[in-house]
């Protein structure tokens, strides 16, 4: 039986718009400006696009499809023609089982990380690691000291830094209906060839983490800039998933000025940066399917 407990997260049943607030704000100076945003065509395939991630240089869009139980969700890779356009290059070879493999995250490496169910309920671990090459992943294995190795408790959604060293990943807590009751984001760090759960991760993502859903990280390549998703309150048909940024001056420092990025509307998760990090690629919810977008930053 293939358990997909990502499902319970990230389906929705409505797509839902949200206007910015009519009050001053009192930070406008701070705030990050997006353009329109435009919608992304993989040539070559015509499934669904969820938790894409573009890789540090720009060439290839690894994405998952679906994730529904009814489907076999794995992932799959499309390299880049414009912006907006890439070509789609067929499933990661090495890697696809028939329960749920999602959301890719690569270093300028080519270590690939990515979330895989199948063994979850007999030990508790769903991150695990790559090396990519040519469409294809090999040398697999879990990545260690991330699980809190508590029924319940699952780690989901992985993004890996661009050197490698430190892992933006999520402690979600489901309750008997396999639904999220809690989830927030932590950080690991890398010490020799192993990752270890960073004890100021708290503190320095104090701002972002909240009493609601936050989940799916995108780091800048500098780290300075994180883009996430949150949900507000308990998840229902009128959820509205949107995504947020906020900013450091330094890796040492704790983010700060959350802000939810309205120029993105809908239904809308997973984000990941453009190259240069001039812009962010995400999924959204679009007339009951998923597909993808590109929002330009406004220099």
Known sequence: MRHSILYALLCTLMV?????TEDPDPIS???????????????GYDGQIMEPFLSRDGEILFFNNLNNPSVNTNLHWSTRLSETLFEYRGELSG?????????PSM??????????TGDYFQTLQSVYKGRYNDGGVSDISVVENLSLN????LNFD??????????????G???????????NISIARKTGEVFQRDPNSASLLAEVNTVDLEYAAAISSDELKMCFTRIIGPISVDSEARIYIATRTSVDLPFSNS??????????EGPTFATDDNGIYYHKKENGDFVLYFVAKIP
Do not use: H, M
């Open 95 to 103: 890697v696809a089982t028939e329960s749920l493999e999602g959301v």
């Open 259 to 268: 802000q939810l990025i309205t120029e993105i509307t809908g239904f809308v």
């Open 107 to 116: 270093d300028q490496e080519n270590n690939l990380y990515y979330v895989y």
């Open 173 to 183: 807590l489901y309750d008997e209906n396999g639904g999220p009751r809690q989830a």
């Open 16 to 20: 839902l718009s949200c206007n910015p």
């Open 158 to 171: 992985v993004e890996v830094s661009k050197d490698g060293q430190t892992l933006y990943f999520v402690d």
């Open 29 to 43: 100076d701070n705030i990050i400006r997006f353009g329109i945003p435009q919608r992304v065509i993989v040539q």
């Open 150 to 153: 508590e029924p319940g408790w």
